[in-house]
């Protein structure tokens, strides 16, 4: 909470969402839009952004930016701008290592939850 709190700008994939969750620990940090269909763009301003020095937030709806969620493109850009990169891990270490390790996340494996169905899921477990 307090990196939220301390950014200039949090960038978010979806406003809405992210300001509910924000509205109930007081933060008012301002928010823009960061998803698949405006990563490109939105990298170019946000590393401005950082390039003035500011401090920018990235967070997702559920998960990790840059795991199956946007954010690999301004993590890669803002690591090869040379700026530092904080990542807050949650349940696992291997998140935040693969992110600050400059490769990209992809090809990754990461299978999440198999069906719950005995069948699929011997299925899935033979691919």
Do not use: W
């Not at 940090?29 to 390039?51: D, G, I, Q």
């Amino acid at each position: 909470l307090r990196a939220l709190r301390g950014a200039d700008l949090i960038a978010c994939e979806d406003t809405r969402r992210t300001m509910k969750i924000l509205s109930r620990y007081g933060i008012r940090t301002p928010l823009v839009s960061y998803h698949s269909f405006n990563e490109k763009e939105r990298t170019r301003t946000l590393t401005e952004r950082l390039s003035r020095g500011e401090t920018v937030a990235l967070v997702s709806d559920a998960g990790t930016p840059g795991i199956s969620d946007p954010g690999y493109e301004l993590i890669r850009s803002s690591l090869e701008a040379g700026f530092e990169i904080d990542v807050l891990p949650g349940a696992t270490a291997f998140v935040p290592a693969l992110l600050l390790s400059g490769f990209p996340p992809q090809p990754f494996l990461f299978e999440g939850f198999l069906p719950r169905r005995k069948g699929d899921r011997r299925r899935r477990l033979q691919e």
